[in-house]
């Protein structure tokens, strides 16, 4: 079974300051992670996400996030965000074989919320 | 192009009723999946098709949650004698293939209200 835990369920940050969002995961098999964002009234979209490779993935709007094995992370960072980036954010991890490898297990999501 | 679709977007019933909640998902897409989202909690995975069939339904929480796809494209989560505990939103994902590596795109939900 998998589990995951994200350490912050609000997160308030000021326009072009940086910004983690933590994301822990507790897996007994190897695992695929992944973020997901969630605009105000819109559906969930994937936003980066990690299956093999090099352990630091980047999105396309500045978001980058790096699976740590050791401490089973995978924080999402940002260095500068905008007002735009106001959401909430899922990190999910899906097991990469075995019975359960249709299933997504999400966290409990952080609202990021940038402030002018 | 179109991506997945799901309706009704709101329904509202009586605790004791029947309701179906239906998902188109994206062309082509032979995978398909069932998530149940509570107010201020991630979502929680219900059930997975691969084609016509369930791969898994680990995830449905008791007997009066069932869910079918009879032609491997549409599906319909259907949940019988609704209870309060049920309000949730009902969201819908499809994804190209089944491997664990593809990405499932979801549709906007539908909110269950059992009032």
């Known amino acids: 079974a998998q589990s995951v835990t994200q350490l912050d369920s609000q997160v308030p940050v000021f326009e072009e300051a940086p910004v983690e969002l933590r994301c822990n995961y507790s897996?007994?098999?190897?695992?695929?992670l992944f973020w997901y964002v969630q605009y105000p009234n819109q559906g969930l979209q994937l936003l980066l996400k990690?299956?093999?490779?090099?352990?630091l993935v980047e999105s396309i709007n500045g978001f980058e996030a790096e699976f740590n094995k050791s401490q089973t992370s995978f924080h999402l960072r940002k260095p500068s965000v905008h007002i735009s980036d106001t959401a909430e954010y899922f990190c999910?991890?899906?097991?990469?074989?075995?019975?359960?490898?249709?299933?997504?297990?999400f966290g409990q999501g952080t609202i990021l919320t940038v402030h002018p | 192009g179109a991506g997945v679709s799901q309706t009704p977007s709101n329904k509202v019933t009586e605790k004791g009723k029947y309701v179906e909640l239906r998902c188109d998902p994206i062309?082509?897409?032979?995978?398909l999946y069932w998530y149940r989202q509570s107010l201020g909690q991630g979502p929680e995975f219900l059930i997975y098709?691969?084609?016509?069939?369930?791969?898994?339904d680990s995830g449905l929480p008791n007997d009066r949650f069932f869910a079918v796809r009879p032609e491997g494209s549409v599906s319909t989560l259907k949940i019988q004698r609704t209870e309060r505990g049920d309000s949730a939103v009902y969201l819908c994902?499809?994804?190209?293939?089944?491997?664990?590596?593809?990405?499932?795109?979801f549709g906007p939900g539908t909110r269950l209200l059992v009032l």
């Open positions: 994902a499809s994804s190209l293939g089944e491997s664990p590596k593809e990405t499932q795109y």
């Open positions: 062309s082509g897409h032979t995978a």
């Open positions: 897996s007994s098999v190897s695992v695929y």
């Open positions: 999910a991890v899906r097991p990469a074989g075995g019975t359960s490898y249709g299933k997504l297990t």
């Open positions: 990690y299956l093999s490779g090099s352990t």
């Open positions: 098709f691969q084609g016509t069939g369930a791969a898994d």
